[in-house]
C-alpha cells in the first residue's frame, strides 16, 4: 500500500526496545488527546488516549504522559514490536465544542527492527 | 461489515473531472467526520455530520467541496473540477453519540479513498 511516512520524523528501534514518541500540541485550551496508529494504507487506529486532568495513563504496552505546562504529549511503548512499526499521530480536542473535531500533529514514523 | 469501508480506494482523474467519494460508517454511529490527509501530512478536518444534519462544514477548502448524508447513514464527499492540489486521501471516521448529545470521542476510520488528480 501507499506510505504515509513520507518525510516524516522517524524512529528506528530494535524490537523489545522501549520506544518513545513526542508530540507538541498547539492549543493551549485542548483538553483531550489521543494517540493514533497508522499502517500503510490503513486509517488511523486508536491507541489510547488521556484528559488534560490527568498527567499519565497507561494502556496494554503503552503509556501517555502530558505535560501541560509545556504542551507536551508522549507516547511510551515497551518491548517494541516488528508489528508496532506504523506512523504514529498525536491528536487534541476541545471537549466542549460538543463533537471530537480532532487537530491532528505531524506525525512520526516508528520502524522497528527485529 | 463491522468497520468503516470507503469507496473507491484509489480514484485517479484528470483535472476538471468531476469525482464522488463513499463513506459506510459503522452501523448506529450517529456522528460522521472526513478528512483530508495529504502525504506525510496527518489528517485535517473537512466536515462533520450528526445523523443528515452537517454541522460543520468549516474545513472544507473551497466550495468545489460538497459532502452530503442524505439518510443519517451512507456519506459522499464530492470534489467538482478537480485540481492537482485535491490529490490526497480522503478519510472518513464515525462515531457513536452518547445520551448527553455529545458525540463519544474514539473515532473509528475507515481505509481512506486515495485520489490522484493528474
Known amino acids: 500500500g501507499e506510505s504515509v511516512g513520507l518525510h516524516l520524523p522517524t524512529l528506528s528501534v530494535q524490537e523489545g526496545d522501549n520506544s518513545i514518541i513526542n508530540c507538541a500540541y498547539s492549543n493551549s485550551a485542548s483538553d483531550y488527546f489521543i494517540w493514533y496508529k497508522q499502517e500503510s494504507g490503513k486509517g488511523p487506529q486508536f491507541i489510547i488516549d488521556?484528559?488534560?486532568?490527568?498527567d499519565k495513563r497507561q494502556g496494554q504496552r503503552v503509556t501517555v504522559l502530558l505535560n501541560k505546562t509545556v504542551k507536551h504529549l508522549s507516547l511510551q511503548i515497551a518491548a517494541t514490536q516488528p508489528g508496532d512499526s506504523a506512523v504514529y499521530f498525536c491528536?487534541?480536542?476541545?471537549?466542549?465544542?460538543?463533537?471530537?473535531?480532532?487537530?491532528f500533529g505531524k506525525g512520526t514514523m516508528l520502524l522497528v527492527s527485529p | 461489515g463491522a468497520g468503516v469501508s470507503q469507496s473507491p480506494r484509489y480514484k485517479v482523474a484528470k483535472r476538471g473531472q468531476d469525482v464522488a467519494l463513499r463513506c459506510d460508517p459503522i452501523s448506529g454511529h450517529v456522528s460522521l467526520f472526513w478528512y483530508q490527509q495529504a502525504l506525510g501530512q496527518g489528517p485535517e478536518f473537512l466536515t462533520y455530520?450528526?445523523?443528515?444534519?452537517?454541522?460543520?462544514k468549516s474545513g472544507l477548502p473551497s466550495d468545489r467541496f460538497f459532502a452530503e448524508r442524505p439518510e443519517g447513514s451512507v456519506s459522499t464527499l464530492k470534489i467538482q473540477r478537480t485540481q492537482q492540489e485535491d490529490s490526497a486521501v480522503y478519510l472518513c471516521?464515525?462515531?457513536?453519540?452518547?445520551?448527553?448529545?455529545?458525540?463519544?470521542?474514539?473515532?473509528?476510520f475507515g481505509p481512506g479513498t486515495r485520489l490522484t488528480v493528474t
Open positions: 455530520f450528526q445523523n443528515e444534519a452537517q454541522l460543520d
Open positions: 491528536a487534541e480536542n476541545i471537549l466542549d465544542s460538543g463533537y471530537s473535531t480532532l487537530t
Open positions: 488521556i484528559r488534560s486532568n490527568m
Open positions: 471516521a464515525s462515531s457513536f453519540l452518547g445520551t448527553s448529545g455529545v458525540s463519544l470521542l474514539e473515532q473509528y
